[in-house]
């Protein structure tokens, strides 16, 4: 079974009317992966695991499971099994009944119902609350039990499509860590559809970022936001600073950038590829900040604080360059921060070459 990933996705392509919601996507999925859809509002995430789900026919393309066409195969006969955004659970039963009930309906025998339940409960740890109402129930009590219903039925692949959303932040990241947990246990591959760029970096290991209807980037979360492609992905995805560059000089396997007059520094020729013109992108946590002193960089600049958002943990910065609008995150390492980092003050801003992105639009 080794190389050939579960799922396979080969120019998928689905309109609805006018309407393209997915066009001409190609993936591969290993099995127990964890796998995470990550874009804005409409991209197409949902419709991607409706047609994985077969609650949708692709327009165009295939999907394949273990090498199989999956496209004829109806829904409740998919190895497959989709957790929704709402709590998709059933107001009248208790949670034990919500659990059996994808076994009662297929006949599977009454001593492996009360087994099989009894184990999903305890992997969402819900032992105890078996007799419960779901009105008796918090959200994130009912979101539990609506991953035991799916988790129950042992599918191959698990598809969560936002199950987190609706749970405050605590909570959120409680079921954030029992889902990488779960994964581990049970061996099952999941596809977590998110628009939380933080859920997927700290979730999943491989993402795929989405833009209408179209599919990016594949990568995992370290290379999608230290090495992104696109300017899209390099905003999506954290936040960045992003710069034209224009090439000035070329020698000895580097080339001379000019950053919108701000200075200019040397990147390897290989990273810029022969091009005149350069997109330019740099995470806010790695300029060089100091108030008193020029840091040792590549490149320093002189800055104005304009104003400074705290977050507790970290504080961000945004400044102003020679009319040039940036943004720098600060750690607040010490208790209170840094009382010289206000706004109306000055600072020095270093940068190195080597923490630039070349992005390829
Ligand atoms: N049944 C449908 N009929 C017509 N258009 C649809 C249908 N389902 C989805 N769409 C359209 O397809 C596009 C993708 O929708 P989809 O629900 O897949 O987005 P999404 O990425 O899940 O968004 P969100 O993050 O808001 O849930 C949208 O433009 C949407 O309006
Ligand atoms: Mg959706």
Not at 47 to 67: H, K, Q, V, W, Y
Not at 193 to 210: N, R, Y
Not at 256 to 279: D, F, K, Q, S
Request: aromatic share 4%; with cysteine.
């Amino acid at each position: 079974m080794s190389g050939r990933p579960l799922l396979v996705m080969e120019q998928v392509t689905k309109r609805f009317g006018a309407v393209t919601a997915v066009e001409s996507v190609s993936l591969g999925i290993p099995e127990n992966a964890f796998f995470a859809l990550l874009g804005p509002s409409g991209c197409g995430k949902t419709t991607l695991l409706r047609m994985i789900a077969g609650f949708e026919r692709p327009t165009s393309g295939r999907i394949l499971l273990d090498g199989e066409d999956l496209v004829p195969v109806p829904p409740n006969r998919r190895p497959v099994n989709m957790v929704f955004q709402s709590y998709a659970v059933f107001p009248h039963m208790n949670v034990w009944k919500n659990v059996a009930y994808g076994l009662e309906v297929t006949g599977v025998p009454r001593p492996e119902i009360e087994r099989r339940v009894a184990e999903a409960l305890a992997l969402v740890r819900m032992e105890g609350l078996e007799s419960r109402m779901p009105h008796q129930l918090s959200g994130g009590q009912k979101q539990r039990v609506a991953l035991a219903r799916a988790l129950v039925k042992r599918p191959r692949l698990l598809l969560l499509d936002e199950p987190l959303s609706a749970l405050d932040r605590r909570l959120r990241e409680e079921m954030q860590l029992e889902l990488v947990r779960l994964r581990h246990e049970v061996g099952i591959t999941f596809v977590l559809v998110t628009h939380d760029q933080d859920e997927a970096l700290s979730m999943a290991d491989t993402i795929a970022v989405m833009e209408h209807g179209r599919v990016l980037q594949v990568a995992d979360p370290r290379t999608l936001y230290e090495s992104p492609k696109t300017r899209f992905v390099a905003d999506f995805i954290g936040t960045a600073n992003l710069f034209e560059g224009r090439v000035v000089e070329r020698r000895d396997a580097h080339a001379r950038v000019e950053l919108e007059g701000l200075g200019a520094l040397l990147l390897p020729e290989a990273a810029v590829n022969g091009r005149p013109h350069l997109t330019l992108a740099l995470r806010p946590e790695k300029w060089r900040i100091d108030p008193e002193t020029p840091p040792r960089a590549d490149l320093v600049l002189e800055a104005h604080i304009l104003e400074v958002a705290y977050h507790g943990d970290a504080s961000r910065l945004f400044l102003d360059a020679r009319g040039r609008r940036l943004v720098a995150t600060v750690h607040n390492s010490r208790r209170g921060g840094d009382p010289r980092l206000v706004p109306g003050t000055a600072c020095y801003l270093g940068l190195d070459a080597a923490d630039l992105v070349v992005l390829e639009d």
